[in-house]
């Protein structure tokens, strides 16, 4: 297979500047990268915020898209393998951990044994920089190179580029989420926020075992879904008042309230509501402040009075990535995943697509820069 020359990506020049489709000259593979032929660049609600510049220290020029999956069109001069010790060859299908050079020797890594905030580590589409050697570090790309040591991973024969789309980054983070949380059989689960993130939460809440999963969310289209993923009741923060659902979730769980709350907005706002609708003694997991949505008023009183467990998840490690492509590969048949992907887009259309995804009317949108595959 010849490798081809060059590819065109989609750059954010700037926070808030419309898009640009630039030009790149693909580089030499070194021993151990691979080239990536991008078939799904996910857009992802972290996306718009890093388009408007929500996060420090990201570097602009940036090609966006963490969420990748794709082709393996050419592999440098080493034998590479993927997390299961499966040599990759040309044309393999796979997915690929975003975050990269987790080293396990800095101090976050080694002795407070939290490898997300690992000081040396990247993240593809996110904070590697696109005017320095490889350049074609984002998804939203007709390819991708694959640095020396990325985490990849096949995507299972039974699982089409599609049914992948959770691989990138919702699913790891919905795994890493719920591994921070008592998440077990007969639980009662409430999800605020029913974007990919939280559809995945609702769905894990779901094969292990919880009694009741309520999905609170304002767009209709993306409560209908969860019910396709297990949730068992669902709220519209646009039809209720917060006393209303309040009343709802005392109702759905004999009076006590949810034994567990996870938030998975993006909104500062969802904070002081979860605080007030979990159980006495119940636990809150917050995931979905990723980037800077601005500060709420919280009474700290209430959070003490209620004897709660409050814990927040940042990133994913490798293995959340590896348990959320075995996770969709055996519920296959359960859950349909592939009806997650609700708008495609060309490259060209990469601004659409983030104003797509930033409109709430797709679930999830994805680039596809060669056509459907
Ligand atoms: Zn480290
Ligand atoms: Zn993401």
Redesign the pocket.
Known sequence: MKMPRTSRAAVVPEPNAPLVIKEFEIPELRPGAALLKVANG?V????VHLWHGKLAGVPYPLILG??AVGRIEAIGDREIRDLDGNVLTLGDRVAFHDVHDTCYACWNCLIAKAPTKCTNRKVYGITMDSTKWPYLIGGHSEYMYLLPGTHIIKIPDNVSFDGAAAV???LPTAVHTVHRSPLGWGKNVVVQGAGPVGLMIGMLAKINGAATITMIDQAPNRLEMTKKFGATHTLNIRETTLEERKQELLDITGGHGPDIVYEATGSALAIPEGIELVREGGAYTICGQYTDSGTVEINPHLMNRKHLDIRTVWGSETTHVYQAVKTIAQNYDRFPFESLVTHRFTLDEAQKALETQESHASLKAVISPHGKQ
């Open positions: 996910g992802c609600g972290t996306d963490h969420e990138g980054c919702a």
